[in-house]
Protein backbone atom coordinates (compact mmCIF):
# COMPACT_ATOMS: atom_id res chain seq x y z
CA UNK A 1 0.00 0.00 0.00
CA UNK A 2 1.63 3.36 -1.11
CA UNK A 3 1.74 5.95 1.35
CA UNK A 4 -0.58 8.21 -0.38
CA UNK A 5 -3.25 5.64 -0.39
CA UNK A 6 -2.87 5.23 3.54
CA UNK A 7 -3.27 9.24 4.29
CA UNK A 8 -6.77 9.21 4.27
CA UNK A 9 -7.11 6.33 6.19
CA UNK A 10 -4.92 7.78 8.95
CA UNK A 11 -7.11 11.08 8.49
CA UNK A 12 -10.22 9.19 9.26
CA UNK A 13 -8.56 7.84 12.01
CA UNK A 14 -7.89 10.52 13.88
CA UNK A 15 -11.01 12.77 13.24
CA UNK A 16 -13.21 10.14 14.51
CA UNK A 17 -13.70 11.35 17.65
CA UNK A 18 -15.49 8.14 19.37
CA UNK A 19 -12.59 7.12 20.45
CA UNK A 20 -10.16 8.32 22.89
CA UNK A 21 -6.54 10.11 21.53
CA UNK A 22 -4.96 6.77 23.03
CA UNK A 23 -6.98 4.38 21.07
CA UNK A 24 -6.92 6.81 17.73
CA UNK A 25 -3.21 6.88 18.03
CA UNK A 26 -3.17 2.92 18.54
CA UNK A 27 -4.98 2.54 15.40
CA UNK A 28 -2.58 4.47 13.50
CA UNK A 29 0.13 2.89 14.86
CA UNK A 30 -1.63 -0.68 13.97
CA UNK A 31 -2.55 0.64 10.32
CA UNK A 32 0.96 1.82 9.53
CA UNK A 33 2.39 -1.69 10.92
CA UNK A 34 0.00 -3.67 9.06
CA UNK A 35 0.19 -1.62 5.69
CA UNK A 36 3.85 -0.90 5.37
CA UNK A 37 5.91 -4.45 5.22
CA UNK A 38 8.98 -3.19 6.63
CA UNK A 39 7.27 -1.23 9.65
CA UNK A 40 7.99 -3.69 12.58
CA UNK A 41 7.51 -2.06 15.62
CA UNK A 42 5.45 1.46 15.28
CA UNK A 43 5.11 3.75 18.89
CA UNK A 44 4.26 7.31 19.78
CA UNK A 45 6.36 8.70 22.40
CA UNK A 46 5.60 11.98 24.27
CA UNK A 47 7.41 13.96 27.01
CA UNK A 48 6.33 12.93 30.51
CA UNK A 49 5.04 15.90 31.77
CA UNK A 50 7.69 18.23 33.72
CA UNK A 51 10.39 15.61 33.43
CA UNK A 52 13.04 15.41 31.02
CA UNK A 53 11.97 12.00 29.90
CA UNK A 54 9.61 10.31 27.14
CA UNK A 55 6.77 7.88 27.77
CA UNK A 56 5.23 5.23 25.70
CA UNK A 57 1.69 6.06 25.36
CA UNK A 58 0.45 4.32 21.95
CA UNK A 59 2.17 1.32 19.34
CA UNK A 60 1.79 -1.93 17.61
CA UNK A 61 3.87 -4.47 17.85
CA UNK A 62 5.49 -6.54 20.03
CA UNK A 63 5.73 -5.18 23.68
CA UNK A 64 8.60 -2.98 24.49
CA UNK A 65 10.71 -2.46 28.22
CA UNK A 66 11.24 0.99 27.14
CA UNK A 67 8.66 2.27 28.11
CA UNK A 68 10.57 5.39 29.83
CA UNK A 69 13.44 7.41 27.72
CA UNK A 70 15.41 9.92 29.36
CA UNK A 71 16.02 12.78 26.93
CA UNK A 72 19.41 12.06 25.10
CA UNK A 73 19.47 8.35 25.77
CA UNK A 74 18.88 6.49 22.15
CA UNK A 75 17.06 7.70 19.17
CA UNK A 76 14.33 8.66 20.82
CA UNK A 77 15.78 10.36 23.60
CA UNK A 78 18.48 12.33 21.31
CA UNK A 79 15.73 13.72 19.12
CA UNK A 80 13.61 15.07 21.81
CA UNK A 81 16.78 17.21 22.68
CA UNK A 82 17.73 18.04 18.46
CA UNK A 83 14.32 18.33 17.52
CA UNK A 84 15.26 16.79 14.01
CA UNK A 85 14.36 13.63 12.37
CA UNK A 86 16.63 10.79 12.90
CA UNK A 87 17.19 8.18 10.20
CA UNK A 88 19.03 4.98 11.32
CA UNK A 89 19.72 3.14 8.40
CA UNK A 90 21.86 0.42 10.81
CA UNK A 91 21.30 0.53 14.61
CA UNK A 92 24.40 -1.58 15.24
CA UNK A 93 26.60 1.73 13.47
CA UNK A 94 24.98 3.77 16.53
CA UNK A 95 26.83 4.27 19.58
CA UNK A 96 23.40 5.61 21.64
CA UNK A 97 21.41 3.20 20.35
CA UNK A 98 18.88 1.53 22.97
CA UNK A 99 18.59 -2.28 21.46
CA UNK A 100 14.79 -2.71 22.37
CA UNK A 101 14.90 -6.27 19.83
CA UNK A 102 17.77 -8.17 19.01
CA UNK A 103 15.57 -8.31 15.51
CA UNK A 104 15.38 -4.94 14.40
CA UNK A 105 18.03 -3.33 12.13
CA UNK A 106 17.10 0.02 11.37
CA UNK A 107 15.02 3.12 13.19
CA UNK A 108 13.28 6.13 12.02
CA UNK A 109 12.67 8.82 14.61
CA UNK A 110 10.17 11.70 13.43
CA UNK A 111 9.34 14.39 16.04
CA UNK A 112 5.99 15.60 16.82
CA UNK A 113 5.16 19.36 17.53
CA UNK A 114 2.44 21.64 18.58
CA UNK A 115 2.86 25.32 18.48
CA UNK A 116 6.78 24.85 17.73
CA UNK A 117 7.54 22.91 21.07
CA UNK A 118 8.15 19.00 20.54
CA UNK A 119 6.13 17.08 22.12
CA UNK A 120 6.37 13.87 21.46
CA UNK A 121 7.64 11.64 18.17
CA UNK A 122 6.58 8.93 16.18
CA UNK A 123 9.17 5.91 16.16
CA UNK A 124 9.54 3.25 14.04
CA UNK A 125 11.58 -0.66 14.26
CA UNK A 126 12.50 -2.20 11.50
CA UNK A 127 13.51 -5.86 10.86
CA UNK A 128 14.78 -4.67 7.37
CA UNK A 129 18.52 -3.02 6.94
CA UNK A 130 18.38 0.28 5.49
CA UNK A 131 14.30 0.47 4.28
CA UNK A 132 13.31 4.20 5.11
CA UNK A 133 13.74 6.71 2.50
CA UNK A 134 12.95 10.45 2.39
CA UNK A 135 9.14 9.63 1.52
CA UNK A 136 8.94 7.88 4.75
CA UNK A 137 10.05 10.44 6.30
CA UNK A 138 7.70 13.10 4.71
CA UNK A 139 4.86 10.65 5.24
CA UNK A 140 5.52 10.28 9.18
CA UNK A 141 5.73 14.41 8.96
CA UNK A 142 2.06 14.05 7.43
CA UNK A 143 1.16 11.80 10.52
CA UNK A 144 2.73 14.06 13.13
CA UNK A 145 0.81 17.13 11.51
CA UNK A 146 -2.59 15.11 11.61
CA UNK A 147 -2.03 13.85 15.14
CA UNK A 148 -1.20 17.11 16.31
CA UNK A 149 -4.52 18.21 15.61
CA UNK A 150 -6.43 15.99 17.78
CA UNK A 151 -3.95 17.13 20.99
Known amino acids: MTFDSLKPQVTRILS ?3 GS ?3 RLTQVCELLRSNIAYYDWVGF ?14 YAGDPTDHTIIPFGKGICGQVAVSNEN ?25 PLFVNHEN ?3 IDIDSHTADPFSPEDEEFLQFVNRQVAEIL
Do not use: M, W
Not at 45 to 58: A, I, M, Q, V
Not at 86 to 110: G, L, M, R, T
Open 16 to 18: DTS
Open 45 to 58: YFKNGDKEELKLRS
Open 86 to 110: FVVPDVKAQDNYIACSIHVKAEIVI
Open 119 to 121: IGQ
Open 21 to 23: VDD
